[in-house]
């Protein structure tokens, strides 16, 4: 009889920085204009549209972004 053994896989590196944009126009805003001041719902908007958890949620269940 023989045994199988399976490694430990390796820890993947915690990021030391956040991801994020350089500029507003690298969120996705589908046109929407940014400048010159940003209305509360827009803000609510862009914050809901370039969230990663609430994207892969989205993709998950099919729901369009």
């Known amino acids: 009889m023989t ?3 399976c490694s ?3 820890d993947l590196p ?3 920085r956040p991801a994020l944009v350089g500029s507003l126009d690298g969120l ?3 046109e929407m ?3 010159p001041k940003l ?3 827009q803000a609510a908007l862009l914050a809901v549209r ?3 958890d609430l994207q892969a949620a989205r993709a998950q269940h099919g729901v369009a972004p």
């Open 39 to 41: 209305t509360v719902s």
């Open 28 to 30: 996705d805003h589908e």
């Open 8 to 10: 430990a896989p390796a």
């Open 50 to 52: 370039n969230n990663r």
């Open 14 to 16: 915690l990021p030391t």
């Open 33 to 35: 204009s940014l400048r």
């Open 3 to 5: 045994v199988a053994s």
